[in-house]
């Protein structure tokens, strides 16, 4: 008997609340990378109207100039429309940024304290992270979240190079993807929801939508006669971005990994240095199970590690391969742990995580780009020399 489902996952564009205020935060981390490596980050944004709130802990040497960072975030997104309640210039910003705790950072400092273990580098938190990789598509990744991604950059390549003039950089995306097994069969439905000018008629947004952008990106073999298309289906969408709603950081975390397809241990990415397990060993798990399915040795496969703050291992490390895996699960987990240190510190100088590359990871998913480190298939052959 065939084994036939439907699966969705969405996207949000740059011009999305929560993807303006990971942006923003990310920004600062890289500012503060770029300045000073040994940075502590953990920023968070509030957007809302045209208010810009900061919040958090940061300790760093980096002297930084926050409002003008803030701006040229909002300014790269594309916010600068005359017509735009959120905009570049003229946003209110409101800084309540204080110093990293010093009992968490004790924990997190590779030197000796009162109450500690070990005097080595900790965990930043306690929490489990969750990586996958399989063979949907040739980044490696679930092909409902990729095709979503595909459909939101697109949309941003043609407001800000071809400079569609209707188009404003609030959009989201959702593709809902056939399965006959482990085989895609088609897409059963797309639907796209984007911000635009009062002059547009919705039958131009519709007729753009399908054919400059859902027909140019994905798959024509699996776009049907019956497929169904969803533009803007709430008949208008001129009130967008943090005019519309609020938007904070770390709201994204399912568009920003998997789309729902693998698991997620419930801590978010943007705005957070690599000491803190949330973001560095979600790279982490992502690398070695990308490795693990481009050494061939599973189809998919996910992984999972535990941290406990302050302590300098992991308190445990799981592979499922759900039955696609050429040998046993326990035995790839044994090759992974030979090939890669699951350790905070080494985490972070395996993947050289000490300097400004953040920015790049927070838009459509923080998974697929190539010229991100976790996204190597270096270690493939070790991994299959270890075996």
Partial sequence: MSNQFIFSSE?????????????????ILDACLEQDPASRVACETLVKSNCVILAGEITTNAKLNYEAIVRQAIREIGYVNDDDVFHADKVFISN???????DIAQ??????????????????????????????????????????????????????????????????SQV????????????KNVVISTQHTEAVSKAQIREFCIEEVIRKVLPVELLKDDTEYLINPTGKF????????????????????????????????????PSKVDRSAAYFT??????IVAAGLAEACELEVAYAIGHPYPTSIHVDTFGTGTVE?????EAAQKVFS??????????????????????????????????????????????
């Fill in 342 to 387: 699951f350790k905070p510190a080494d985490i972070v100088s395996q993947l050289d995580l000490l300097r400004p590359i953040y920015r790049e990871s927070t838009h459509y998913g923080h998974f697929a780009k190539e010229n991100l480190p976790w996204e190597s298939t270096a270690k493939a052959e070790a991994l299959k020399a270890a075996l």
């Fill in 11 to 27: 996207s949000v564009g740059e011009g999305h609340p929560d993807k303006v205020a990971d942006y923003i935060s990310d920004s």
């Fill in 329 to 333: 699960d326990s035995k790839i987990a």
């Fill in 238 to 273: 001129v009130i967008g971005g943090p005019q519309g709603d609020a938007g904070l950081t770390g709201r994204k975390i399912i568009v920003d990994t998997y789309g729902g397809w693998a698991r997620h241990g419930g801590g978010a990415f943007s705005g957070k240095d």
């Fill in 107 to 172: 924990g997190v400092d590779a030197s000796s304290a009162e109450g500690k273990d070990t005097a080595e580098q900790g965990a930043g938190d306690q929490g489990i992270m969750f990586g996958y990789a399989c063979t949907q598509t040739p980044e490696f990744m679930p092909a409902p979240v990729m095709f979503a991604h595909r459909l939101l950059r697109e949309m941003a390549r043609q407001r800000k190079e071809v400079q569609v003039p209707w188009l404003r950089p609030d959009v989201k």
């Fill in 286 to 291: 992502r690398w070695v199970a990308k490795n």
């Fill in 96 to 102: 309540i940024l204080t110093a990293q705790s010093s």
């Fill in 176 to 187: 809902a993807v056939e399965y006959d097994g482990n085989k895609i069969v088609g897409i």
